[in-house]
C-alpha cells in the first residue's frame, strides 16, 4: 500500500519553471514504478512522464519532451516533476501514481495508486 501527495502547483507565467513533488508513504516506495499524469478540464487524464523503480528508465508525452523532467530521490521517498518554459496549455491538474509493476506506463490503467492531484495554472 502507498499513499501518495502532491505538492508545487500554483500559478505561473508563461515561460517558467516549476517543481512538483510527490511524497511516498511506505518503506517499498523504491521497488514503485511513479507516473504523472495531469488533467485539464473537459480531457481525460493523459500521460506526462513515468519513471522506472531504478530510475535508469523515464518516459515522457512527446509534448513535454525536452521541457520536464521527472526524477526520484528514493531515500526521502519522493519523486519530482521539474516543468520548464511552461505554456497555458500545461494548465491541468497534476496527478502523480505509482504501481510496482505497471501494465503500462502510458496510461492510468497502469497503477494501482494515486495521489489528489496538484493544480497548475499557467498565464499566457
Known amino acids: 500500500q502507498v499513499q501518495l501527495v502532491e505538492s508545487g502547483g500554483g500559478l505561473v507565467q508563461a515561460g517558467d519553471s516549476r517543481r512538483l513533488s510527490c511524497a511516498a508513504s511506505?518503506?517499498?516506495?523504491?521497488?514503485?514504478?511513479m507516473g504523472w499524469f495531469r488533467q485539464a478540464p473537459g480531457k481525460e487524464r493523459e500521460f506526462v512522464a513515468a519513471i522506472h523503480w531504478s530510475g535508469t528508465n523515464t518516459y515522457y508525452a512527446d509534448s513535454v519532451k525536452g521541457r520536464f523532467t521527472i526524477s526520484r530521490d528514493n531515500a526521502k521517498n519522493t519523486v519530482y516533476l521539474q516543468m520548464n518554459s511552461l505554456r497555458p496549455e500545461d494548465t491541468a491538474v497534476y496527478y502523480c501514481?505509482?504501481?510496482?509493476?505497471?501494465?503500462?506506463?502510458?496510461?492510468?490503467?497502469?497503477?494501482?495508486?494515486w495521489g489528489q492531484g496538484t493544480q497548475v495554472t499557467v498565464s499566457s
Open positions: 501514481a505509482a504501481d510496482q509493476s505497471p501494465r503500462s506506463y502510458y496510461y492510468p490503467y497502469g497503477y494501482d495508486y
Open positions: 511506505g518503506r517499498t516506495f523504491s521497488r514503485y514504478a
